[in-house]
């Protein structure tokens, strides 16, 4: 053991590496501020494009303002060629979608927008050619042909569009773009941290995006929300929750949708999503399901408390998005690849902090490995 191994904080947990606009996160209050704004306030009120103007630029735009970005979104949402080719290889050889729109993401330079010298116009080209990748990428793999994007819509009730070749109702453009608005950025999660890590070292934007889809992927940081709702399908009724939950924990295994790093309250995008869902299936959704996972998080809470107490494991934002999207009509493999659509947004916004920033991340590590040993060749 060496006086350094006291320094290392494995996860880098509690280690603060960068100051940052965007977002605060306070796990012990379960608050989550995004550029100023509390969750509950921005996110069931804002369109997308106020909030990803909100987080590029720091303030909310002016009516003029928001048309002009707003435009400028909406022009940019047509992929290159090349990236739809790449997208027809993937869906014949069955890649999963994360995989295919991480593919995807690093091939958004081939023309000028993405890979061009003006910010703006890179961002804007990044962030609204995602939903074009995903509902593209989603058609092919089901057998379809893509459906071009419509400019004369919102940028959620597009993604929609495109990916039923039908307008969505106003109620789940709605719920769509809230649930857009919630998870567009979360301090310095892994996929956040990703896309600085690769920013800071002077790469550029498609690169970082690329990294960070591929640290979303996992499913300890974007891939449990599927995982979540096939545990409330399984369990299917009110009476079989607690004899499920209790075998699952007794195999040591994790309830999907429970637990977080930072959060040792409940998660405040949790109540954020679990209103927007019930408005949704108020409209109506599947109003049964909506109980049945109300019915599921309180028994898994308290067998948590029981099980592992003194962890604080609370509902985290994966468990009603999960019931969110799946209302809205998304199958559980565009959960996480949603996820991404939203969060690109934020990679963007973090990523031009780290660029003003300036300032390479280079974090240290402890060897622990064998010293001295003589070169006698390959055995
Ligand atoms: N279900 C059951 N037990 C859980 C749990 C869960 N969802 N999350 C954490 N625990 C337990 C761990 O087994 C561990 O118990 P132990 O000390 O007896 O071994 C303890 O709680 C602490 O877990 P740890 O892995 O140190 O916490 P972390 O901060 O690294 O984990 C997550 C955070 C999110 C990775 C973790 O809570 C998790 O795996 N959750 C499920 C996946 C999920 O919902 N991810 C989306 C996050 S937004």
Do not use: C
């Not at 970005?69 to 290159?80: D, K």
């Not at 927007?276 to 019915?295: I, S, V």
Request: proline share 6%.
């Amino acid at each position: 053991m060496t006086d350094n191994q006291d320094m290392i904080r494995p996860g880098l947990e509690g280690v603060v590496a960068a100051e940052t606009t965007l977002s605060s996160v306070d796990g012990e209050a379960g608050e989550l501020v995004i550029a100023g704004y509390p969750v509950e306030e921005l996110a069931p009120n804002a369109t997308f494009e106020e909030t990803a103007y909100l987080l590029w630029n720091g303030e909310l735009p002016g009516g003029g303002e928001l048309k002009s970005f707003a435009g400028m979104l909406a022009s940019h949402r047509t992929v290159p060629a090349a990236t739809l080719a790449l997208l027809r290889e993937a869906a014949a050889n069955g890649v999963p979608a994360m995989d295919a729109l991480r593919m995807a993401a690093g091939t958004l330079d081939l023309d000028g927008a993405a890979g061009g010298s003006e910010p703006a116009v890179r961002a804007a080209a990044l962030a609204a050619r995602f939903p074009t990748i995903v509902a593209a990428y989603w058609r092919l793999r089901n057998g379809g042909e893509p459906v071009g994007p419509r400019a004369d819509l919102g940028h959620a009730a597009n993604y929609l569009w495109m990916l039923r070749a039908s307008e969505p109702s106003a109620a789940e453009a709605r719920a769509l773009e809230t649930y857009l608005n919630t998870v567009v950025d979360h301090g310095l999660n892994a996929s956040t941290f990703t896309a600085r890590v690769i920013v800071s070292t002077g790469s550029d934007l498609v690169s970082a995006v690329a990294g960070a889809v591929g640290a979303l992927k996992g499913p300890l940081h974007g891939g449990a929300p599927g995982p979540a709702l096939d545990m409330v399908l399984e369990i299917g009724s009110e009476e079989r929750a607690e004899s499920y939950i209790r075998s699952k924990l007794a195999r040591g295994e994790r309830l999907m949708g429970f637990g977080h790093r930072v959060y040792k309250v409940r998660d405040p995008r949790a109540d954020v999503l679990a209103a927007a869902a019930e408005r949704l299936f108020g409209n109506g959704g599947d109003r049964d399901l909506y109980r049945l996972a109300t019915k599921v998080e309180e028994t898994a809470l308290a067998l948590l408390e029981e099980q592992k107490p003194g962890r604080r494991l609370q509902t985290n934002v994966e468990f009603y998005t999960a019931l969110l999207l799946h209302g809205i009509g998304l199958p559980n493999d565009l959960f996480t690849p949603t996820f991404a659509v939203s969060r690109v947004v934020g990679w963007i916004a973090h990523a031009f902090e780290q660029e003003r920033a300036g300032r390479l991340i280079r974090p240290q590590s402890v060897y622990v490995g064998p010293r001295g040993r003589q070169w006698k060749g390959t055995p």
